[in-house]
Every structure is written in C-alpha cells, then in structure tokens.
C-alpha cells in the first residue's frame, strides 16, 4: 500500500459519519443508555509564530500489547494554502508524526511491521530517520522539524486521542431531556450496560454495572485483570441532582475478588467478596428494585 492511499481513504472516512460508532441500548422510554466511539478527530494549531494549521487524524492498528498506542494517518495543511499533506504516526499518549516521501516508511510503521520487541518497536516508531518532515506533540505544544531547521508547535487542545468512547444516560422527563456523561459521573469506570431503570413521581433510580481492563498494556502488571462492579444512580427529578453509590466486584489494582455469588431470590443476588486486607462485605444487589445494600 502507497502512503497516498491513506489519503484518499480518509475522504471516504469523512462521507461514511467521520467514523462514528454508536450503540443505543432503552430500557425503559424515560432511560436510554447511549455510547459513541469516534475514531478520527481535527486538531487546529499553529507551527511557528503566524502558520496556522489543520490536522486530520484517524486509527490504523493498534500496537500488539497495548490498546492504548495505535499508529494513525492522516494529513495536516497550512490553512492559507488549503494543501493537505499526507501524514502517519503513532500515539502513546504523545503524538509522533510524520511525512515520508518513501511510502515503505509509512507502510511499516502504520502496521508495526518491524522485527522488534513491543517497547522496542514503540521506541523505534518515534525517532524514525529519512522523514521529509516530523511533527512531536505533547498536550498543547510540540515541535516542527524538516531535519534542518525547527518551528514551535502550538495546538488549540491538549488531549492528543484519537480514539474517544463516551457513554450517556439520556433521561426524559415531563418538562425536558437530560444527557448525563457517565465518565463524568465515575471516572474511569466505563463500558456500562444499563441493567434497570425505576421510577416514582420524585426519583428516578438506575442500576447500571461496569467491566473493563485492569490494564491495556496485557504484559503489564494487572494485564490479565478486570474492573468491574455496578453502580446504582439517583436521579432526582425536581432538581435534576444526581447522586450515586459504586461498589467493585473485582479488582486487580485494588485486590478485589468475589468469595461467593447466589440468587438469593428472583432478580435479588448476594455476593461476597473480599479484599487484600482480609475484609469482608456483603453486597446484596436487588435488580427489580435497582438497590444496592452492603453490610
């Protein structure tokens, strides 16, 4: 594949909803559970004093070991010229970018392809020679060089992903609708499925459960490992409050397990579980009643 293929795909990209993945899951008409993943994003900045800029970027492979460094195309212009300029590079929390005029460079880097262990092939993918240019981000700021020269790099944004997942509770009620960002509500808990929704004329209550990796990096500590428990919200419909309880079924970074788990009655399950500090808790998790009770 020649790198100014990735050009082209990315038009294509812009017509198919800018790489947009939504999940939408109603349990009720007044409570929905909605995600978004998005997969490609614009970045505006400025190389240098006066040369404003547009980056375009968007996901190729993630690296073998780790979900949260993936290699990226795209394109970056000089908004006074309206050129794009094809590009590809590697996030890992930074922002490695490139412009090759040999394509081979860009091709082995989008797929990883190189005969190196994983930190050594991340290592490798951010001080590759033979670039026309090379753009190194870091939050807002980072540094433009064609080998000769440098230009300070200013950007309108500091977070750097490309990658963004984002969960909502969409709650209606008489008078309005109301989106609350879960992320917000528990950070970092994240892939929810929303399990019951119950209601009366002052509060909306909602039961919703949580999994996901301890770790993205899998050879890392915890990198077989899982987070997950369940946290029941309170809406509050008058003042729109809303308030929550969390409790973790499993931990690997807090050292979290479950003893023992049963069905204590239809839609009511008990669970016990334990942490590294010998204690103990008693979690009964009532479904059709979307409540939480710990001893």
Not at 144 to 161: A, E, I, M, Q, Y
Request: glycine share 6%; charged share 20%; proline share 2%.
């Amino acid at each position: 594949m020649k790198q100014n293929k990735y050009f082209f795909r990315l038009f294509l990209v812009l017509v198919i909803t800018n790489c947009i993945h939504t999940k939408l899951f109603a349990f009720e008409d007044d409570v929905k559970y909605k995600e978004i993943i998005t997969t490609s994003r614009f970045i505006d900045g400025r190389i240098g004093q006066n040369a404003d800029i547009q980056i375009f970027l968007k996901l190729e492979n993630y690296s073998s070991e780790n979900s949260e460094i993936y290699s990226v195309s795209g394109y970056y212009l000089y908004t006074k010229i309206n050129t794009p300029i094809p590009i590809v590079g590697i996030y890992d929390g930074t922002l490695t970018l490139y412009v090759f005029n040999n394509s081979e460079r860009g091709d082995s880097l989008v797929y990883f392809n190189y005969e190196l262990s994983h930190f050594e092939t991340i290592t490798y993918c951010k001080e590759i020679s033979g670039f026309t240019e090379k753009i190194t981000l870091d939050g807002n700021s980072g540094t433009w060089t064609d080998g000769k020269k440098s230009l300070p790099v200013t950007l309108n944004d500091s977070d750097l992903r490309v990658i963004h997942q984002h969960e909502y509770l969409i709650i209606t009620t008489e008078d309005q609708l109301n989106m609350l960002d879960l992320q917000e509500i528990s950070n970092p808990d994240k892939n929810f499925e929303l399990i019951n929704a119950c209601s009366n004329d002052q509060q909306i209550q909602i039961l919703l459960r949580f999994s996901y990796p301890s770790n993205p990096f899998v050879n890392g500590r915890c990198g077989a490992g899982f987070e997950s428990g369940y946290i029941a919200l309170q809406f509050d419909i008058n003042t729109y409050w809303v308030t929550h309880q969390r409790v973790l079924f499993e931990s690997c970074y807090e050292d979290v397990f479950i003893e023992s788990a049963n069905e204590t009655e239809e839609n009511v399950y008990t669970t016990v579980i334990f942490n590294g500090a010998g204690e103990q808790k008693t979690i009964t998790l009532n479904a059709t009643d979307c409540r939480i009770d710990i001893k």
